[in-house]
């Protein structure tokens, strides 16, 4: 003779509709989520790019005015002065966030004209005639930087 057990309800789980809920809530909230996110990713670039910059120019100013106090003539540091490590900047040249890693992103080319883009390598275009440095990509805003 055969005993048959009996099922009992006691399990318990989610049933399908609760599935398909859970399912659109997390979709709404990813929905919501993203936009936020990649708006922070762009704002992190923005001010990582600003504060290089800051710092790059910063140490462009104090050179000018550090040679004219040594020599009495003030000059903008030469191209390879800016790029060579203690000249100018203090250690490296920092990276644009904007280039990506193929394009030398911590890397200066001659630039001629702010705000216009010199190539599609390098991630600061610097004149030395002027001591003006900006980012080598097109980045919107970046001429009132």
Known sequence: MQHFRRVTSDRRGFTLIELVIIIAV?????????????????????????GALGGLRSAISIYYAKTALESGTATWPPMDSLTTEGVVMAQTVP???????????????????????????????????????????????????
């Open 95 to 145: 990276p644009n966030p904007y280039q990506g890693d193929d394009a030398a992103p911590d890397s200066v080319v001659t630039g001629v004209t702010k705000g216009t883009t010199v190539g599609n390598r390098g991630g600061w275009a610097y004149n030395d005639s002027t001591g003006q440095i900006w980012p080598n990509t097109e980045v919107n805003g970046e001429n009132n930087w």
């Open 26 to 50: 997390l979709g709404i909230i990813a929905a919501v989520a993203i936009p936020k996110y990649v708006d922070m990713v762009s704002e992190a670039k923005e001010s990582a790019c600003k």
